[in-house]
T-cell receptor, first 111, second 113 residues
């Protein structure tokens, strides 16, 4: 089984709608990272969560960490075409160590 | 805002040739990483580097790969004899001491023919 499961794999939403992407680790997390990637380009750091119950926001994007479930959810409010791209969650299992990535969620926002 | 830079953005090479991918990490960062992403697949860790030596490497990082920090700013990944399956996007990342957030460069797309 995968170390880091991300769902859904793809999502098509109408502009203005809210959406949620989930990321679940099979091991105890040290840190959970969210990145955004435009197809064929680099990874843009969105936010990092470490403590259970932690919630962070970046513009209209909010992410939470559920320590009990070892799960993070990324929520976009009132989606816009600029939100389209691939959202990747990455996990670290101790400090300054390599990240393990999920398969990504491809988000399309249609007018 | 400081950022990680990578050159070239795209490299095309013949199978069996050597390639060197270059990265300039963020200037006060001390931890450096290489990852790769084969088209349509996950981002995978290759190697991490700290204090002028490899701190961790994955099973992908075999004898064909090497890394070097030749001066105070550059961090390079060398592939000695490229194979078709080395075709991928290669990302460099760096992080600071005391924080874990890794900042990624824009990537080098390597195409092996």
């Amino acid at each position: 089984s995968q170390e880091l499961e991300q769902s859904p794999q793809s999502l098509i939403v109408q502009e203005g709608k809210n959406l949620t992407i989930n990321c679940t680790s099979s091991k105890t997390l040290y840190g959970l990272y969210w990145y955004k990637q435009k197809y064929g380009e680099g990874l843009i750091f969105l936010m990092m969560l470490q403590k259970g119950g932690e919630e962070k926001s970046h513009e209209k994007i909010t992410a939470k960490l559920d320590e009990k479930k070892q799960q993070s959810s990324l929520h976009i409010t009132a989606s816009q075409p600029s939100h389209a791209g691939i959202y990747l969650c990455g996990a670290s299992y101790s400090g300054n160590t390599p990240l393990v990535f999920g398969k990504g969620t491809r988000l399309s926002v249609i007018a | 805002e400081p950022e990680v830079t990578q050159t070239p953005s795209h490299q095309v090479t013949q199978m069996g040739q050597e390639v060197i991918l270059r990265c300039v990490p963020i200037s006060n960062h001390l931890y450096f990483y290489w990852y790769r992403q084969i088209l349509g697949q996950k981002v995978e860790f290759l190697v991490s580097f700290y204090n002028n030596e490899i701190s961790e490497k994955s099973e992908i990082f075999d004898d064909q790969f090497s890394v070097e920090r030749p001066d105070g700013s550059n961090f390079t990944l060398k592939i000695r004899s490229t194979k078709l399956e080395d075709s991928a996007m290669y990302f460099c990342a760096s992080s600071q001491e005391g924080t874990d957030t890794q900042y990624f460069g824009p990537g080098t797309r390597l195409t092996v023919l």
